[in-house]
């Protein structure tokens, strides 16, 4: 059944079910007010459910960027695969924090694990003592690592590039373009330098002049 109802002020008409009508202060409106009630508790949980789902599906792909920039970090130095047309550019210094990249190396067991460069024997080679362990591994291809960069505010030292040799602090790392900025620790100068082309320092800065 249908009801036809005149709207006050604009005269408009309009049709509705009976069901849908109730008489004020009667049980039905009653029993209306606390249907409409539901359901907008009902949306409002839903909208949220589905803003949660949203803000998951951000951080999900914010991670999967970042796991991307790290691999293309590993492959663009190297890991199992060497160039043999290309030179090597030597970047190796003591007392850099440095990652195993290579997946080969020592049948695997140290893949992405961290260490130090003790010793540089060789343009391309150097000693090396794990983060973990402490073991110390001898004669280690550059090619078996790359770079490890700090957390903001922690020592650098720029390995290649223009700004090489350069000595101070991480100021901001953007993942998407791999570039860092670094605060020198003489002219406080900030400088843009590619993730790639530093790492972190951990050894005593006086060593460098500083």
Not at 50 to 71: A, H, I, Q, T, W
Request: with cysteine.
């Amino acid at each position: 059944d249908v009801l036809v109802l005149k709207v006050l002020g604009s005269g408009d008409k309009v049709e509705v079910k009976v069901d849908d009508v109730a008489e004020l202060g009667s049980v039905e409106e009653d029993r209306c007010l606390r249907k409409l009630k539901d359901l907008k508790i009902r949306g409002r949980d839903e909208e949220k459910g589905s803003r949660s789902k949203r803000d998951e599906e951000k951080e999900s792909r914010s991670k999967r960027g970042r796991d991307e920039v790290e691999e293309r970090r590993v492959n663009s130095n190297g890991g199992d695969k060497e160039d043999k047309g290309k030179k090597q550019v030597s970047w190796l210094t003591s007392h850099i924090r440095v990652r195993v990249v290579s997946r080969s190396f020592k049948g695997g067991r140290y893949y992405l694990k961290k260490g130090e460069v003790l010793d540089v024997i060789g343009p391309t080679t150097c000693d090396i003592t794990m983060d973990e362990s402490r073991e110390i591994i001898q004669g280690v291809s550059q090619d078996m690592l790359e770079t490890a960069i700090p957390r903001r505010g922690g020592p650098v030292l720029v390995l290649s590039g223009k700004h090489k040799g350069a000595f101070g602090s991480l100021v901001e790392r953007d993942l998407d373009r791999e570039i860092g900025i670094v605060r020198d620790a003489d002219t406080h100068e900030m400088l843009s330098v590619k993730l790639e082309h530093m790492a972190e320092y951990i050894g005593d800065p006086s060593l460098l002049g500083h």
